[in-house]
């Protein structure tokens, strides 16, 4: 049983402040029903050092570039999240293709629950991505460290190319049946990688935010938008 | 290289204990690869390390061991000449080590991983691209003398339907496949053992079981499951434990004393070959090897089952009788027939679901149209189905190009329908069976007709079971067909095929199945006679009856059947089925009914209500707050209904319908009824969408209600044409797969007059452009998620200037923006629908 917070699903379908009318929400119930029956939930996730942060040869930007199991990374935004980091842990989640075949279904007659079953698969995937960031949490926890935000190939300046190393390290189409389009885009949709860094110091907020992601301010869906 | 003593695989597997090799990539990392580095390389350039890995494993006792070619496939390897060096030098490192270690006796075994990518229509990888990237490393591996083909860590059963059918069409090698399973006893994308071993069986593989995913002793209950199902030898190829992350590395902990002892419990099971997958090592191998040879080996026992699968679930015929739904067929069905013409798959796709909604066990699909592609429609209209619902399809089709299409791209083992006893159809129909597997249906009927008597449809039963193990179609993968034939044109017709049901039954021991409403073509109250004919028809042995499954009567007569054949468990069957029905007051039973085709009284009332109309729509009775009050025209029609612009504005489907029956029974005009009632209420939740009182959900319920109201008045229109407003061409971009926006367009479009083009997702930009340029397209809808796949729309509108420039095009999609259109050169940005409505008003006026 996954937990789904129901205004998040609210918030996907556009209703920002306002409350759906009865028969919305009864369908949102319905919905999230059917979808806890056809999920199949799964997560990894492997803790990696981050080998070395250097500057970039000779570029004008000079952007630090990350190397962390074999990827070189150069991505402002996430240096800024790994700040005071020695290690990651990178993730990987899914619901499985349940919800992209109940979607599909729905497509073909009732586009209103294909479009609340997206909005509610959208919550659930991020809903189970943050349980088991919470065990990622707990087991950086038994060894003393902290963790920060998870932070996803895609967020900010980290370039999306990212999820196909993620992919390869992680083996996620062998491990949770995840794998990617040519275009880079992970099947099962309701999917979700990321590195969570590793820290010996405390840090504000643990858990993902729209806060720190740089999109959120041409974002629809962004939290504590009117 | 000469294989001295090495006898053919298969005059071994099966019949003596066989081992295979442990891990492969555990053993490279510990001599140095790195984590982004691809393994196959090394056979080019670090050989040594390779045949030390073989010989590791043919010094611990393993029989089969595989090249290092697990990845090696054309989307990892582009370039061709590399991929033939990799694949080549794996089979002649392979060959070395079994020199090196006078190995002579043991098998290569040519070793295909998944390609990483997922198939159409849930992925991208097209099924027949999948079959060429496994054909060709097949036909290299082969002819460098690989002595077997071994597919393993398969997670999706359609992948290993790819990879099966390339390994048999490329070489004449054994194929032996393991897949994956999960805790759950799945493959990662819903499989289980029944349906998996089915379809494997039905494609012939030479062996299959599992490998990799677990331990040996998680493994042990999909072993259970594997013996217990399976007809050809059963491999299992566990991995040493269950993976842990220590310092970025994976490692497993089973180490080989426990391991062996796992193993030996596993091979008593029942099981022909063992072996090991990630973590096992040359120790585990060779404790394995010690722990099992001496075991007694018990051979694989034959099932004879008779089974159909779909991508998750496998049916079992014979066990007691099944409903085969025979809705999607165009057989007497005007709006079937406009709809294959039409190219409208949604239609279809709909009767498919309301038949599993029913109780189907079987879905019949027959697209046959004289004037329509048949074998591209079955091949459309199988993916789609397989992609949305989990029933086994029944390929329907009498042409053997469409059948062979079907069954090439279906994501299973299908049922067949049909072959009959004319030489031609057997020569033609069964070698298709008997390479991608199906139960046939076989019709007792041949060159001399169908015979009047029981005996003579026995006769020719006997003939097409005779046929079929000429070719090598085993005796239970044949269902006989015993032929109903109305009664109302010779009254013992009923009698002769029951006694032929009889016969197949006692005699022949064989399955049968039945189109059972033919019996009572041209009498009254048909769905009467079929009831009882269905009952006393699974008296007398029907395995499978071919009906609608929306038929109150029949479908009721099947559920008191099994009630009173102690196949119903405390009857809840009957009771639920009950429960479901609508039943129709007894008025209807006399007035209406009579006279329709072929069992193709369509849902009408009376019929099961199958689909919660609407969805919530349906149930919404509580007013919706914060709608705008009514917009003229008749709110509450005399019954105190609602009136149709109230239930559109509420998004309840069936209340819109009912009153826009209403309206028409009073004898408004159509076109008067379209315009003044439905239209305005569209625009008014339109409006309140576009000022942000009601949100998406209510919009498209409206849609949706005000859809089901034109369906009723279309009845009325059939034969007068309503002019469509315009034709628009809607598409996904290519590499896009999420197709819900363009969804949401669509149906907003459709309800504003306009006929579209559903070109569907992933659609390559010539696509699109060819298909403006037939239709002559005035306006293309384009939808791209994801930045990554805006770059294709950029390229559909440079195309589209360049061959079509008076095609005008607008563009939506999560990263779309005003700028980002215009950058692109698209006319026109829609933030949502509803400003694609407006743009296609101002483009066709």
Partial sequence: MIETDKREVYRYLGYRKNMPDEAVVRLVDECLKDLQEAVTPRYIFREYPIQSVYPAGGSAAQIPVLRIAGMEISSRSLMRNLRGCESVYLMGTTLGLGPDRLIARASVKHMSRAVILQAAAAAMIEAWTDRVNGEIIQAAAAKGLYCRPRFSPGYGDFPLEFQEDLARILRLQKEIGVSLTESMLMMPSKSVTAVVGLSREKAGCVLHGCEECTKSQDCAFARNKV | ?845
């Avoid at chain 2, 001295?4 to 597997?13: F, H, I, T």
């Avoid at chain 2, 393991?178 to 062996?207: I, P």
């Avoid at chain 2, 329908?417 to 129909?429: H, T, Y």
């Avoid at chain 2, 797969?737 to 363009?742: C, F, M, N, V």
Wanted: aromatic letters at 4%.
């Fill in chain 2, 1 to 845: 290289m000469a294989g001295v003593n090495r006898r053919p695989l298969l005059e071994r597997l099966g019949k003596e204990w066989l081992f295979f090799d442990g891990g492969t990539g555990t053993i490279l990392q510990e001599k140095g690869l790195q984590g982004g580095e691809l393994p196959e390389r090394w056979n080019l350039t670090r050989p040594e390390d390779i045949i030390d890995l073989h010989c590791g494993y043919l010094r611990a006792g393993c029989d089969i061991f595989n090249t290092n070619t697990f990845g090696a496939n054309a989307l990892k390897f582009p370039d061709e000449g590399e991929l033939r060096a990799i694949v080549e030098a794996a089979v002649s490192l392979a060959q070395e080590a079994r020199r090196r270690t006078g190995r002579g006796d043991a098998y290569i075994a040519l070793d295909i991983g998944p390609t990483g990518r997922l198939l159409e229509p849930l992925g991208d990888l097209p099924f027949e691209r999948a079959v060429d990237l496994f054909g060709q490393v097949v036909r290299i591996g082969a002819a460098a003398g690989a002595d077997l083909v071994l597919i393993e860590t398969m997670s999706d059963s359609y992948e290993s339907k790819a990879a099966v059918l390339a390994a048999k069409e490329n070489c004449d090698l054994p194929v032996l496949i393991t897949n994956v399973y999960d805790g759950s006893g799945k493959l990662l994308t819903g499989g289980t053992v029944a349906s998996t071993v089915a379809m494997l069986e039905g494609l012939r593989v030479d062996g299959l079981g599992v490998n990799c995913g677990m331990g040996p002793e998680q493994m042990i209950p999909i072993v259970q499951q594997l013996v217990e199902t399976a007809s050809v030898p059963v491999l299992v190829n566990p991995n040493a434990g269950l993976p842990r992350s220590e310092n970025g590395r994976t490692v497993y902990d089973v180490d080989p004393e426990t391991f062996a002892v796992w193993m030996k419990k596993i091979a008593a099971m029942g099981v022909q070959a063992v072996g090991g997958c990630c973590g096992t090592t040359p120790d585990h191998i060779r404790r394995t090897v010690e722990a099992v040879r001496n075991l007694p080996f018990i051979p694989v026992s034959r099932k004879h089952r008779t089974v159909v699968s779909s991508y998750s679930q496998a049916v079992e015929i014979g066990k007691k009788p099944l409903i085969i739904g025979e809705r999607i067929n165009p057989t007497g069905k005007k709006k079937f027939k406009e709809a294959l013409r039409d190219n409208n798959i949604e239609y279809i796709l709909e009767e498919g679901l309301r038949q599993e909604d029913s109780g189907a066990h079987i879905l019949d699909v027959n697209v046959g149209l004289p004037e329509i592609d048949e074998p591209r429609m079955m091949e459309t209209v199988v993916t789609r189905l397989q992609s949305i619902l989990a029933l086994p399809l029944q390929i329907d089709t009498s042409d053997p190009a469409a059948m062979e299409r079907g069954m090439r791209l279906y994501n299973g083992k299908p049922m067949v329908n049909s072959v009959n006893g004319k030489r031609e159809s057997l020569e033609s129909v069964l070698p298709l069976v008997a390479k991608y597997g199906g139960v046939v249906v076989g019709l007792t009927l041949d060159e001399g007709g169908i015979p009047e008597t029981a005996d003579g449809r026995i006769e020719i039963a006997k003939k097409i079971y005779r046929a079929a193990d000429r070719f090598g179609v085993p005796r239970e993968d044949v269902v006989i067909d015993a032929l109903a034939m109305t009664i109302s044109s010779d009254t013992k017709g009923a009698l002769v095929t029951l006694e032929t049901l009889r016969r197949v039954r006692d005699e022949l021991g064989g399955h049968t199945i039945l189109g059972v409403s033919n019996i009572s073509f041209g009498l009254p109250e048909r769905s009467v006679i079929n009831a009882h004919f269905l009952t006393m028809a699974m008296q007398m042995g029907l395995s499978c009856a071919i009906m609608n499954p929306g038929n109150e009567d029949m479908i009721l007569a099947y559920r008191a059947f099994l009630a009173l054949s102690d196949m119903d468990p405390q009857c809840m069957g009957y009771i639920d089925t009950c429960a479901n029905i609508v039943r129709r007051p007894a008025s209807a039973n006399i007035s209406g009914g009579a006279g329709t085709a072929a069992g193709d009284a369509a849902a009408a009332p009376g019929t099961l209500a199958a689909v919660p109309e609407g969805t919530a729509g349906g149930r919404a009775n509580a007013g919706a707050p914060g709608l705008p009050g009514a917009a003229g025209g008749k709110n509450q029609d005399k019954s105190g209904a609602m009136s149709l612009a109230e239930s559109i504005r509420r998004g309840m489907g069936q209340k819109a319908a009912e009153a826009a029956s209403a309206l028409l029974a009073e004898g408004l005009p159509a076109l008067e009824l379209i315009n003044r009632e439905l239209i305005p209420a569209l625009d008014v939740v339109g409006k309140g969408f576009e000022k942000g009182t009601i949100f998406l959900p209510q919009l498209l319920m409206s849609a949706e209600a005000a859809k089901a109201a034109f369906e009723v008045i279309k009845e009325t229109m059939r034969d007068e044409k309503r002019e469509a407003r315009g034709r628009i061409i809607l598409a996904t971009v290519k590499g896009d797969i999420h197709d819900i926006g363009k969804n949401i367009v669509k149906v907003m479009l459709e309800n504003y007059g306009y006929d579209i083009l559903d070109l569907g997702k992933d659609v390559a930009p010539e696509t699109i452009v060819e298909t403006a340029q037939r239709e002559k397209i005035r306006l293309v809808g384009l939808s791209a998620l994801m930045t990554t796949t805006v770059v294709s729309m950029e390229e559909t509108i440079r195309q589209l200037r360049e061959k079509k420039p008076d095609t005008r095009v607008v563009v939506g999609g999560a990263v779309m923006t005003q700028e980002y259109a215009d950058s692109i050169g698209a006319d026109c940005y829609a933030p949502d629908a509803m400003a694609t409505v407006h743009y296609a008003e101002e483009v066709f006026g």
